[in-house]
């Protein structure tokens, strides 16, 4: 109780800190230990059961009950998502495992850490690794090089010089009327890019119609395998989303923005409390205005309202809708909800205007996208294209083309879940609906990852379930069952039951209460359709 109530100090017990409270545990003490879950359930006046449920489930948190071995002291999680798998993941897990003692290091897979375009990744305690190297990774751990890595980026001083925060200024002072950006935005046609692609204009006239109290809340839980635009953007120009965000906030009159940011990203965390900071002491921002909110290991928390339960420090689980959190949503506030990317953009569209923007997408597909381009390509990376560009222009005119001795067989559209698409549907133009939608596929957070002729699609597919099976908050029988069964059936040896494909597709579509269960059964079918010779 007495190390607890010490880490805790003078914070409130607020329930919807408790997260934020198990972080600081697992951080000073390696793991959660049955005597710190009891303290902490005692401190906040909540019940074990409460605690307990909440720590586990989430995938940071090490839960150590009474009598069992705490883990190793230092952790090496390597990811084994798609992009990491066709660089050799599963080589490094291998030679990872053979080369440590595991009563000192303990190596464990990992979902996408976001850094596909410089796989296979891994991180070492709090450090990062592109291009990861297991004879590299164990001389981090013996020389102790694993602290949180922060890359250079443009900090308050240089946004400032650039012209950043005028346009706040400008708002704020009403030189910029609330109206007349929500009308520049919805003119331009910019939409959420976090995966939905709701137009974002709108979205702002929907959450200024409900009465207030109003909050916001940024959705920086970049899970969904083959995205990492948004940690791109953070780590090197954070203050254009954080000004975005202060802009969308004083135009919906929202009281308080709370930016939810995932735990795999140790140096964007660290990048965004020392920015935050520097905002308050400029004055720009109040204190405690932007709320600095940590995930801990769950990919069903890039669905909005599964966020808002976990700032409200909950399990993340996905609310039923209506009602949607526009209407009533984190602490049961009308809600602004946003990504990284489209808040990046703010600031662009209203000082070069609506037109601008818009002009920068091909015909009928308005605006520009920054598109996260992993696999087997020559140069992968974040690349700025026209909202309607094809995969083979991406491919020919943005990544150099395919790498040696390579050739284009498929590619993932919109990450683990847009579905899989082969080579001869290179031409469809990405953008939210549209020719893309018509073949069961969407562009989501603009996610692609390019297979070659090197790549067994079922094995794609597999690994693309198992992502699913793992990351399925267990709320909805369709989803917690069905993803599972699905990975067994497509393992069977032989060629697979696709009656049985079929009905379970047909079950996870039509009753999985979010999106991951509904779009989970993509890849399969176009497995199904598109790639029988992979079978």
Same mark, same amino acid.
């Given at each position: 109780?007495?190390?607890?109530?010490?880490?805790?100090?003078?914070?409130?017990?607020?329930?919807?800190?408790?997260?934020?409270?198990?972080?600081?545990?697992?951080?000073?003490?390696?793991?959660?230990?049955?005597?710190?879950?009891?303290?902490?359930?005692?401190?906040?006046?909540?019940?074990?059961?409460?605690?307990?449920?909440?720590?586990?489930?989430?995938?940071?948190?090490?839960?150590?009950?009474?009598?069992?071995?705490?883990?190793?002291?230092?952790?090496?999680?390597?990811?084994?998502?798609?992009?990491?798998?066709?660089?050799?993941?599963?080589?490094?897990?291998?030679?990872?495992?053979?080369?440590?003692?595991?009563?000192?290091?303990?190596?464990?897979?990992?979902?996408?850490?976001?850094?596909?375009?410089?796989?296979?990744?891994?991180?070492?305690?709090?450090?990062?690794?592109?291009?990861?190297?297991?004879?590299?990774?164990?001389?981090?751990?013996?020389?102790?090089?694993?602290?949180?890595?922060?890359?250079?980026?443009?900090?308050?001083?240089?946004?400032?010089?650039?012209?950043?925060?005028?346009?706040?200024?400008?708002?704020?002072?009403?030189?910029?009327?609330?109206?007349?950006?929500?009308?520049?935005?919805?003119?331009?046609?910019?939409? $959420?890019?976090?995966?939905? @692609?709701?137009?974002?204009?709108?979205?702002? /006239? !929907?959450?200024?119609?409900?009465?207030? *109290? =109003?909050?916001?809340?940024?959705?920086?839980?970049?899970?969904?395998?083959?995205?990492?635009?948004?940690?791109?953007?953070?780590?090197?120009?954070?203050?254009?989303?954080?000004?975005?965000?202060?802009?969308?906030?004083?135009?919906?009159?929202?009281?308080?923005?709370?930016?939810?940011?995932?735990?795999?990203?140790?140096?964007?965390?660290?990048?965004?409390?020392?920015?935050?900071?520097?905002?308050?002491?400029?004055?720009?921002?109040?204190?405690?205005?932007?709320?600095?909110?940590?995930?801990? $290991?769950?990919?069903?928390? @890039?669905?909005?309202?599964?966020?808002?339960? /976990? !700032?409200?420090?909950?399990?993340?689980? *996905? =609310?039923?809708?209506?009602?949607?959190?526009?209407?009533?949503?984190?602490?049961?506030?009308?809600?602004?909800?946003?990504?990284?990317?489209?808040?990046?953009?703010?600031?662009?569209?209203?000082?070069?205007?609506?037109?601008?923007?818009?002009?920068?997408?091909?015909?009928?597909?308005?605006?520009?996208?920054?598109?996260?381009?992993?696999?087997?390509?020559?140069?992968p990376g974040v690349k700025l294209a026209p909202a309607g560009v094809t995969v083979r222009e991406l491919i020919d005119d943005y990544c150099g083309g395919m790498a040696e001795g390579h050739e284009f067989k498929a590619y993932l559209p919109g990450g683990a879940s847009g579905g899989v698409l082969p080579a001869s549907m290179g031409d469809i133009p990405l953008d939210f609906g549209g020719e893309l939608a018509e073949q069961g596929a969407f562009v989501g957070s603009h996610a692609v990852v390019i297979f070659s002729q090197a790549d067994n699609i079922k094995d794609v597919t597999v690994n693309l379930l198992k992502f699913f099976k793992h990351e399925s908050c267990g709320q909805c029988t369709p989803c917690r069952e069905g993803t599972e069964k699905m990975v067994t059936l497509l393992k069977k040896q032989g060629k697979p039951d696709e009656d049985a494909i079929h009905d379970l597709e047909m079950v996870m579509r039509d009753a999985s209460i979010c999106g991951l269960g509904q779009a989970a059964p993509n890849p399969v079918t176009h497995l199904l359709t598109?790639?029988?010779?992979?079978?």
């Open positions: 109780m007495h190390e607890v109530r010490a880490l805790l100090g003078p914070q409130p017990r607020r329930r919807d800190l408790l997260i934020e409270f198990l972080h600081l545990i697992q951080d000073q003490y390696g793991c959660l230990s049955a005597p710190h879950l009891r303290a902490l359930a005692e401190e906040m006046r909540l019940s074990q059961a409460e605690v307990y449920e909440v720590a586990s489930f989430y995938d940071h948190f090490d839960i150590v009950k009474e009598g069992a071995a705490k883990p190793a002291p230092l952790t090496i999680r390597v990811c084994d998502s798609i992009s990491c798998m066709l660089a050799g993941a599963e080589t490094l897990l291998e030679k990872l495992s053979a080369s440590v003692d595991p009563q000192d290091i303990r190596v464990v897979r990992a979902p996408c850490m976001g850094r596909c375009a410089t796989a296979p990744a891994a991180r070492i305690g709090d450090r990062e690794v592109d291009h990861a190297d297991a004879d590299a990774l164990v001389e981090m751990a013996r020389s102790g090089d694993v602290g949180v890595a922060v890359p250079d980026y443009i900090g308050l001083d240089a946004y400032k010089a650039s012209g950043g925060y005028q346009l706040l200024q400008k708002v704020r002072a009403g030189e910029t009327p609330a109206d007349e950006i929500i009308e520049t935005m919805q003119n331009a046609g910019l939409r $959420g890019l976090g995966g939905a @692609g709701f137009p974002a204009g709108r979205k702002w /006239s !929907i959450v200024r119609s409900f009465p207030g *109290p =109003r909050l916001m809340s940024i959705n920086g839980d970049e899970g969904e395998p083959g995205t990492f635009k948004d940690r791109f953007y953070l780590e090197t120009d954070p203050h254009r989303t954080l000004e975005g965000a202060l802009i969308a906030a004083h135009a919906v009159e929202a009281e308080r923005i709370y930016f939810y940011m995932r735990d795999e990203y140790p140096a964007v965390l660290q990048i965004l409390r020392t920015e935050i900071a520097a905002l308050e002491e400029a004055g720009i921002a109040t204190p405690g205005f932007i709320e600095l909110r940590r995930g801990a $290991g769950a990919y069903i928390c @890039g669905e909005e309202s599964a966020m808002l339960e /976990s !700032i409200e420090g909950k399990r993340g689980l *996905p =609310r039923h809708r209506p009602p949607y959190i526009a209407e009533v949503g984190l602490f049961g506030r009308p809600t602004l909800n946003h990504n990284v990317e489209t808040l990046w953009w703010v600031r662009d569209i209203v000082e070069k205007g609506a037109g601008w923007f818009a002009e920068q997408g091909r015909p009928e597909h308005p605006g520009l996208r920054s598109w996260s381009v992993s696999g087997r390509v020559r140069e598109h790639f029988r010779d992979d079978l």
